[in-house]
Each structure stands twice: as C-alpha cells, then as structure tokens.
C-alpha cells in the first residue's frame, strides 16, 4: 500500500494506527480527498464533520449558518484539488428536543453553500444525539490529481485570501463580548475557494491544501506529504481586517495571530518557481493570492518574522 507522510499530532496518529489496523484494505492516504479515475479525469470525493461544541456553539450564530459552515468546509476539500463541484450528501445527528424547524434552517445553509458553487444536495440522513452532528459528503471532478505531496525545492508558497478572521472571532466570543461584523462574517460565512482551486491547477500547481488547523498545522502536513522544507516569512501573510485588534488583545503579533487560528478555508498552495501570475488570478477569480515564502530541500517547516526564527503551530485536534 502507498503510503503518504503525516503531520504530527494525537488526530494523526489515529490516522496512523486505522492505516496499521487496514493494512493492504486501505487505499493510499494523506490528502483530504479520495480520488477515483474515471475517464480522462476523477472523482473527488470526501467527507467532513462539523459537531456542535467542538466547531460551533449556538449563541455564536444561526443554525442556517451552521449549515453554510458544514458544506462550505466539506466543499472547501473540493477547491484543494482544483476539483469542480457536483453534489454532496448531507447526514445529521440532531438532539431529541430540537424541532424540524431547525434541521429546516440547517439544510437551508447547505442548500445555499451548494448553490454559491454550482452543486446540488444529492441526498442524506437524519438520526438524533446528544448534540448536533452534520457530516456532509463532497463529491466532484478533477482533470488532474492534485494533493499535498508534489512541493518541489525552488517553488514559491502562496494563499488565498486573508488569514485570522475566524480566529478573531472565536477568541472575541471567549473573551465574553460580540467580534467585529467582519471577523464574525469569516467565522459564519466561509467561501470555499473552488474557481481559484481551479485556476491554480490549470496554472502549474504543484501541491495544494485548504487551511483548516491554520497556517502553522497545515504547513507541516503539506511538508511532510512532499518531503520538503517550506520556508515561510510571517510578516508575508495577508492578515484579515480583524486581526491587528483580536491580535493586540491576545498580547501577540498580528502576522503570528494569523498564522495560528483556524477554519480559514484559504488555499496554501505550491507553484513553479517562475509563476508571477498573480494578479491574472484576482482577475479572474476575485480571490487575491499572495506568496509567503519557499519550498527549499530538507523536512519540516521553517518560519521567521521579520528576518528572526518563531516557530509557530496550528490547531491541534483534541483527541
């Protein structure tokens, strides 16, 4: 069986121990995507739970919004492999005492997540828990494969987009008080990248992931699929609008803060060494793309600010 390197983590040697249990019955893993040939291309598939307490609580949004946030985060796989969008599958674990009322609103938020990228909710299932559960399956096309393991030396590292935003808002709504309109909108309303996953692909990407444990986690895990050394200067990333603030009352520098949240749902991608398209991308996606470093030969991920070593680390799942 091929096997594909991991990050380090308790979640990831999980990952490792269920690859040792299912030996040769287990296909080749270390991407967030499953990919079936078929045709001149494949099917992408993948799935992505989003449980209630864990990646939302209720007072922080709306149950249409959890839903926006489950398929958006699932369809968010989608974009990493520069895959389009067919349909996804909806299951959800839902408490005894809430009414239909609620599973209505839920699946209104995938409905519209489905809708902003041109898929349809294929179907689902419906059980009761303790709290609520949504596992939304993805399932979409690809002209190429593309993961987490083909980084070379000498490519430059890029994102999507703006990092921290959700970060700001969870660490506003802990600190006890309401998060900036637009930090708030980051954490509700993520935007899977899929035209801009498209059109890396169809411009040389080389590895690509979306950024759901932050910059820090994520980096290692594409490092260690490609068996490279990213090189990343902090002060680089695009901060969201509200990190400077979130960041001041966390004691810490914005470029770390940015760095260090979750549930972005930007793209970290690798191209060749001779890219300078960038602004041919906002052009055509309205996404912004901005390089924060360098593949360079060795293991692992190296991080500076302002010229100075500070490592950083991403979320680690609590299991």
Not at 210 to 239: C, F, K, M, Q, Y
């Amino acid at each position: 069986m091929t096997r594909v390197a991991l990050g380090s983590g308790g979640e990831f040697d999980r990952i490792r121990a269920i690859a040792t249990v299912l030996g040769d019955t287990l296909a080749p893993i270390g991407d967030d995507t499953a990919t079936i040939p078929v045709g001149d291309g494949s099917l992408v598939v993948s799935v992505d739970a989003t449980v209630e307490n864990v990646h939302f609580k209720r007072n922080w949004i709306s149950m249409e919004e959890v839903g926006w946030r489950a398929a958006a985060s699932a369809l968010s796989d989608l974009a990493a492999a520069g895959a389009t969008p067919v349909g996804v599958l909806t299951a959800l674990i839902v408490p005894s005492a809430d009414g239909a009322a609620m599973v209505v609103d839920v699946m209104r938020g995938v409905g519209s997540a489905c809708d902003a990228v041109g898929a349809r909710v294929l179907g689902g299932d419906l059980s009761s828990g303790s709290v609520w559960s949504i596992a939304v399956t993805v399932l979409g096309r690809a002209k190429r494969e593309i993961g987490r393991g083909g980084a070379r030396p000498g490519d430059g590292i890029w994102v999507t987009g703006s990092l921290g935003g959700a970060h700001a808002a969870v660490e506003s709504w802990k600190a006890g008080h309401d998060p900036d309109a637009e930090a708030r909108y980051a954490f509700a309303h993520p935007e899977p990248r899929i035209a801009a996953g498209l059109w890396l692909a169809e411009h040389g990407a080389t590895a690509m992931m979306d950024i759901s444990d932050g910059l820090g986690g994520d980096a290692e895990h594409l490092a260690a699929a490609s068996n490279v050394l990213l090189d990343i200067a902090l002060e680089s990333i695009p901060a969201h609008p509200g990190v400077p603030k979130a960041a001041e009352r966390a004691g810490q520098d914005p470029a770390v803060f940015a760095a260090t949240g979750g549930e972005d749902y930007e793209l970290l991608v690798t191209m060749p060494a001779g890219f300078d398209s960038f602004p041919a991308c906002r052009r055509a996606t309205g996404v912004a793309l901005t390089r924060i470093g360098t593949v360079r030969e060795g293991n692992g991920v190296h991080t500076t600010l302002r010229g100075v070593a500070h490592a950083i680390a991403g979320f680690r799942h609590p299991v």
